[in-house]
């Protein structure tokens, strides 16, 4: 069965799974579908999205993994009896490679990886090899090639070899290391970027086979901010806009040039709220000229060219408003 298509421009993860309608042409008349528990979603806390090449989503939520064809959901969940259950229902992140696979991170019970033909789940765990995955906290992943996938946990960096099943711990000789590591992005030139909540941004050389730390500049942090009071340093999630490496802080968006490999500038959405600039998560937009960005204040569509916005917010009297400003997960599908 397939996924069921519908009329919508993206899927927007806070509480609940939110469909933007495409009836826009300001902010207040993005038109919002939910879809929460009522629904047979198994919990409102969602993180993550994917959608696969049956064009399934899978929902990734604080409390079981959904997958969704349209019209039905199905839950996958623990289950201590069975040893080819997932190892955990918080979910982190999901990745679908090129053999159709889909690896589950969890926030605590390692990596997970899906047959979807057999419906069967292989886990992985820390353990006493050395070549375990080296936390059980799983924050990103993503592809270096046809048989290495990066997997970044809540402090470290390995290789996952998926021939071999083994994990490669990656060294981190800077004194700044990627702590408390909240997303991985690959750029369109195939470079690894790292987003850390407290250090900022990282660089995985896949050449070198190092990690890099890319220092803020003063100039960027502002007159009365230091390397320790400044929440630039928070960043969550990464994407790439015309070449430029857009990073979201709980500061507004840092941009970093890739060809300078330094920062240059910075993005905020005005003093009226703190929350508009807590930057959580973006998204490209149908057209090549808009930006969605996910804020703690609601939902940004953000004009490229120009550099106008427009924030959706809650409205409790409209129930095709947002259903809640705290923004956790934007996802475009296209």
């Not at 660089?203 to 630039?232: C, M, N, W």
Request: glycine share 6%; aromatic share 12%; charged share 20%.
């Amino acid at each position: 069965m397939k996924y069921k298509k519908h009329p919508i421009l993206k899927i927007v993860y806070l509480v609940q799974v939110i469909f933007i309608l495409p009836f826009i042409s300001n902010s207040q008349n993005i038109k919002f579908k939910r879809l929460s528990i009522d629904e047979g979603l198994s919990a409102v806390s969602v993180n993550t999205i994917f959608k696969d090449a049956q064009d399934f989503m899978w929902i990734g939520t604080q409390d079981g993994l959904n997958r969704y064809d349209g019209y039905h959901i199905k839950t996958y969940k623990t289950d201590q009896y069975s040893k080819y259950a997932i190892s955990s229902n918080n979910i982190n992140c999901l990745y679908g490679d090129r053999n159709d696979n889909l690896y589950i991170g969890t926030d605590d019970g390692g990596l997970s990886v899906l047959n979807k033909r057999t419906d069967q789940f292989t886990c992985y765990k820390n353990g006493l090899d050395k070549r375990s995955i080296p936390n059980n906290s799983v924050r990103s992943i993503t592809e270096l090639s046809a048989d290495e996938l990066l997997i970044a946990t809540e402090n470290e960096i390995s290789i996952f070899n998926t021939a071999s099943k083994k994990f490669d711990l990656v060294p981190n000789p800077d004194s700044i290391a990627p702590l408390n590591i909240k997303s991985v992005f690959k750029d369109s030139k195939n470079s690894v970027y790292i987003s850390s909540f407290g250090n900022g941004l990282f660089e995985y050389d896949t050449r070198s086979k190092k990690i890099i730390h890319y220092t803020i500049p003063q100039a960027i942090l502002g007159k009365t901010k230091t390397v320790f009071t400044s929440e630039k340093h928070n960043m969550r999630c990464i994407i790439e806009v015309n070449g430029q490496i857009w990073c979201g802080s709980d500061e507004g968006i840092l941009i970093f040039d890739p060809s300078k490999k330094e920062f240059t500038g910075v993005i905020n959405f005005g003093s009226e709220s703190r929350y508009n600039n807590r930057i959580v998560s973006f998204s490209n937009a149908l057209d090549s000229n808009h930006v969605w960005i996910g804020t703690w204040g609601g939902v940004i569509k953000y004009n490229i060219k120009t550099s106008a916005y427009s924030i959706s917010t809650n409205d409790q009297s409209n129930q095709s408003s947002l259903s809640d400003n705290k923004v956790s997960y934007l996802f475009t599908d296209k």
